[in-house]
């Protein structure tokens, strides 16, 4: 999800695109249930009147910065290391500390100048009711997938919808506008997972080809993480509709820096598109 480099320099320049030219800390650190910590580290890219190449985005990535983990009794650093099966390739994480239901998490990051802090915790997952695949309209090669759950609390339940396709990688992508409420959602009724939009992608479809191996992951989270995925959908979706603004300033849970540390009560389920294609208006 390294476009949210791209999308923290946006609005950290602003409003005089040209005045700020030091770069700040973006944290994207998540942590799941029965998942260890994973934390992503980069700078933001600032906008100059000079010429800026952007071929080299290593320079921006943060390799040496000590990032721990608490859990309220155990303190945790983690192990920065390289890891083809994520963008941007180098994540800090451990095999000594694993997410809990209930529990709060605070996460610390010290880097040169920065040092960032945030806490979260992690909610229930998500209770399915069941998965299907339906072929989109006018379409003979594209489908969707649709998900139904059951209420998980008696409380406002916010949510975030990931995909991915194959085994390539370990990265989810969020779920082409993924983020739910259920203060709108009809428990019991179908909700749609888009593929999510890579940052290196050339052409995208929201939708699942017959042949894809999909594993969509229904994240149970906060509303200050709601809002974030909110935000950060709309920038990465939006700025191609002339009506609507390109970038919107993205909230964070990080004090001392920007990005995000979200705890995930999440539910996976792994398909192929191809055993469960079905009729789009049979019931469930």
């Keep these: 999800m390294f476009s949210c480099l791209l999308l923290f320099g946006l609005q950290s320049c602003a409003p005089d695109y040209f005045e700020n030219n030091k770069s700040d800390l973006v944290v994207e650190g998540w942590i799941e249930d029965n998942q260890p910590p994973i934390v992503i580290l980069s700078k933001t890219l600032t906008l100059s009147?000079?010429?800026?190449?952007?071929?080299?985005?290593?320079?921006?990535?943060?390799?040496?910065?000590?990032?721990s983990v608490s859990d309220g009794v155990d303190t945790v650093v983690l192990t920065g290391k390289y890891d083809p099966e994520y963008f941007p390739p180098y994540i800090y994480t451990t095999g000594r500390m694993f997410g809990r239901v209930g529990i709060t998490y605070t996460l610390m990051v010290e880097y040169e100048d920065f040092y960032a802090t945030a806490e979260?915790?992690?909610l229930p997952p998500p209770i399915l009711d069941d998965i299907r695949v339906v072929r989109c309209p006018d379409s003979d090669s594209l489908y969707q997938?649709?998900?139904?759950?059951?209420?998980?609390?008696?409380?406002?339940?916010?949510?975030?919808?990931?995909a991915k396709i194959g085994t390539s990688s370990k990265q989810?992508?969020?779920?082409?506008?993924?983020?739910?409420?259920?203060?709108?959602?009809?428990?019991?009724?179908?909700?749609?997972?888009?593929?999510?939009?890579?940052?290196?992608?050339?052409?995208?479809?929201?939708?699942?080809?017959?042949?894809?191996?999909?594993?969509?992951?229904?994240?149970?989270?906060?509303?200050?993480?709601?809002?974030?995925?909110?935000?950060?959908?709309?920038?990465?979706?939006?700025?191609?509709?002339?009506?609507?603004?390109?970038?919107?300033?993205?909230?964070?849970?990080?004090?001392?820096?920007?990005?995000?540390?979200?705890?995930?009560?999440?539910?996976?389920k792994n398909i192929v598109i191809s055993e469960h294609i079905m009729d789009a208006n049979s019931s469930k």
């Excluded at 009147?49 to 943060?62: A, C, E, F, N, W």
């Excluded at 139904?148 to 919808?161: F, H, I, K, N, W």
């Excluded at 479809?205 to 950060?232: C, G, L, M, Q, R």
């Design 49 to 67: 009147d000079k010429y800026q190449s952007l071929t080299d985005l290593k320079d921006y990535i943060v390799t040496w910065a000590k990032v």
């Design 120 to 122: 979260t915790s992690i």
């Design 145 to 162: 997938v649709e998900v139904a759950l059951s209420d998980v609390s008696p409380e406002t339940d916010y949510y975030q919808g990931f």
């Design 172 to 268: 989810f992508l969020s779920s082409y506008l993924g983020h739910f409420t259920d203060e709108v959602l009809a428990y019991g009724e179908f909700i749609p997972i888009f593929r999510g939009k890579s940052d290196i992608d050339e052409e995208y479809t929201p939708y699942f080809k017959e042949n894809d191996s999909v594993s969509v992951k229904i994240a149970h989270i906060d509303k200050d993480a709601y809002e974030f995925w909110s935000t950060y959908s709309k920038n990465v979706n939006m700025p191609s509709n002339m009506f609507l603004t390109a970038i919107s300033r993205v909230p964070s849970n990080i004090n001392g820096a920007l990005g995000y540390w979200c705890g995930m009560g999440s539910l996976r």
